[in-house]
């Protein structure tokens, strides 16, 4: 018979492993400096919660100690530029998020005196703070009973629990199953442990059952199942969409424009380019945009994997009367390579490698 798990048990054992070999971060406070009462910072909870949301710990951690370096308080991140921040998350991906991240400092400072509530309610009410951030900062910030439940946590309680419906399915039932875990002892701790179980035994593939501390309160494994769960349902194909970038280089400056400040990429500088359109592709575009006349040079494409769709750009080279109906801001290179997002560095290193230059930076995330 498989076991029935036992959330006393369970909290006792994995609290007990939690202390042993808590991750080391630079926004987490170590399980022993909290007994010891060290607090959380919770702006650099916060901090960190919103740049995990779209990436991994370690490519968020050099990111983070940028940040915290440049902005070490939530005063100094709301009185920041936003060209500044926007130029600095560049690599992290969806831009939404830098922005919200600016609003949300702001707000702190302009409606909290620069305290963030410590509850879950206060904490939504704040730009940019969902469900899950909110669960977050108040389990981890302020010690509140909080279920924090992020794809590490799904995974151990699918298995714990051998939940074979499909996510995202079952996500309703494996939030409901991880409430009942929690308690009011060190609930930030737990909510840490969870993840830290999610992300390094009880992992996507081969989970290591023989190190798990809860393994004998594990029913997937009893049954055989715990590799297998949690299922999920078959994904829809990413959709393509396809456009024309455009560039104009003069000097050692570049032509951009700034995007509206709403959508993909609101507010950033960015190169010129076409509509992104589902309909058209590469060399089937008939309308040559924005303000182009006549042939322009195609110096290739690029290909950009957003979370909703790909992006396939045609590289063009163009000159001041084809953008003539843009309004641009010429920008020296190196700043653009640094201020622009990831899709639009990638164009403007094709350019400049065919011209023998050093290319953008490689390998950052959107």
């Not at 710990?57 to 902005?71: D, E, L, Y």
């Not at 969806?94 to 509530?117: D, I, K, S, T």
């Not at 000159?319 to 920008?331: K, N, S």
Request: aromatic residues 6%; hydrophobic residues 40%.
């Amino acid at each position: 018979m498989s076991p029935v798990p036992n959330p006393a048990s369970i909290r006792r054992d994995l609290l007990s492993w939690y202390d042993a070999n808590a991750r080391t971060f630079p926004w987490r406070t170590s399980p022993k400096a909290g007994r010891d009462g060290a607090g959380a910072d919770p702006y650099r909870v916060w901090l960190s919660e919103i740049m995990l949301q779209q990436t991994t710990t370690a490519h968020a951690a050099p990111f983070f100690q940028r940040f915290t370096s440049q902005w070490p308080t939530v005063e100094a991140l709301a009185a920041a530029a936003d060209d500044e921040v926007m130029a600095a998350w560049a690599g992290l991906g969806y831009y939404a998020r830098a922005r919200n991240l600016l609003a949300c400092a702001r707000a702190v400072v302009e409606r909290h005196a620069g305290r963030f509530p410590d509850d879950e309610t206060g904490l939504r009410t704040l730009p940019g703070v969902g469900a899950y951030t909110a669960a977050a900062v108040a389990a981890i910030a302020f010690n509140q009973p909080a279920t924090v439940v992020d794809a590490n946590v799904e995974r151990v309680v699918s298995r714990l629990y051998a939940v074979e419906t499909p996510l995202p399915g079952s996500k309703a039932t494996l939030t409901a199953l991880a409430a009942g875990l929690v308690h009011t002892t060190r609930p930030g701790d737990w909510a840490q442990a969870m993840m830290d179980l999610g992300a390094t035994i009880c992992g996507p593939k081969q989970p290591k059952c023989q190190d798990c501390p809860i393994a004998t309160a594990c029913r997937g494994r009893a049954l055989g199942v715990a590799g297998r769960l949690p299922q999920k349902a078959v994904k829809a194909e990413r959709p393509r969409r396809y456009g024309v970038a455009y560039v104009l280089v003069r000097d050692d400056q570049v032509a951009l424009v700034r995007r509206p400040p709403e959508g993909l990429l609101g507010g950033m500088l960015a190169l010129p380019t076409s509509r992104w359109s589902q309909a058209d592709g590469p060399g089937r575009r008939t309308e040559p945009e924005p303000g182009a006349k006549g042939a322009l040079t195609t110096v290739g494409s690029v290909e950009h994997v957003f979370t909703h769709f790909t992006l396939t750009l045609d590289v063009r080279l163009a000159d001041e009367e084809r953008l003539a109906g843009e309004p641009l801001v010429w920008t020296p290179i190196p700043h653009a390579r640094r201020a622009m997002p990831t899709v639009f560095k990638k164009v403007l290193a094709l350019v400049l490698q065919g011209e023998g230059a050093k290319p953008a930076p490689r390998g950052e995330r959107t």
